[in-house]
């Protein structure tokens, strides 16, 4: 089938599930939290997960914005991972050129980039830094279980330390530290509007290579996809216990011109003995207001587990692999 590109704005949330494990750590190995204690993730924790996602299973897109080293192992700088990814030269490209070249990458469709390339010595490459505002935008994750509870645990090594000053060899191991979360359940809204880049194309693509550029129908089928499998895909140690829960989304008709409050608010979340269950009755009553401006709104979740009680009017229910679920 012919991709088209896509026009259509849409508004939804993921929940990502974390038990005994640390989905997103800060600096010092602990779950981030909120002044007031409130446990949360940072966009970029789920950002990253798409992006792994669709490196290693969509071999056939381009994923731009991912660590990659030189043959010292070293990372690339900026201009050395744009040469290197796109097999040209920053400084020889121009504006136009270098556009082009970003947006042919699926990430950058979906998350904009910010482009100041430095060259030698780390000075401005002059006439180079872009800037591509994304059409998908996420929020941070809020977790919204009842108990936030961290706790820590002491992990061995099997080496001692060579730095020890106690004296040249220790019969004693290495200890170290870890920190997780009990459990948690986070909560990112999202939200797209493949306006943002409208612009930008037009003054970079020809009408031949429009498609090549811009967010598409398949863009977006696979952006759902990596949002309710790329948690579970990626795997380490302090995320083992972190899965996909939920995908909400609403896609809008092409002319609509309403705008969709932060989902991430209007959920409530209980334990009724037996599974979690989340209440959507504040967005079914927001989404019924705007029924005739609304094309479609999906629901991606495992029922043996999960319970969702005032699920909105026609909103069709699928696992996360993506069946459709029956009856």
Known sequence: ??????????????????????????????????????????????????????????KDKKVFIFKRTNNN????????????????????DDKKAIIKNLLSAVDVRFFGVTFAPKGNGGKDIKDKNISIHGPVQITHGINIWKEGNIYSEQIMSPFRNPSDKEGAEKSASTLGRQSKLEEGHYIHHFSINPKTIENIIENVAEEENMIELALTENDISILKEALRKGVSYYDSSSKSGVENEILFYVELNENSKIVLPNFTDLIKMKDDGEKRCFDLKVIKDELEKY?????????????????????????????????????
């Open 291 to 327: 029924k005739a401006e609304i094309e479609k709104c999906e629901i991606y979740y495992d029922k043996n587990i999960i319970c969702i009680k005032n699920l909105p009017e026609d909103c069709v229910e699928y696992t996360l692999n993506g069946e459709k679920y029956e009856g």
């Open 1 to 58: 089938m012919k991709d088209k590109i896509f026009k259509k704005r849409a508004y939804g949330f993921v929940v990502i599930k974390a038990i005994n494990s640390n989905y997103n750590a800060d600096f010092t190995g602990q779950p981030r939290t909120l002044p007031n204690g409130t446990v949360y993730a940072t966009d970029k924790a789920l950002k990253y997960t798409v992006r792994y996602y669709l490196d290693n299973e969509y």
């Open 73 to 92: 192992l070293n990372p690339y700088t900026l201009a050395e991972s744009y040469n290197n990814f796109f097999n040209t030269n920053v400084e020889k």
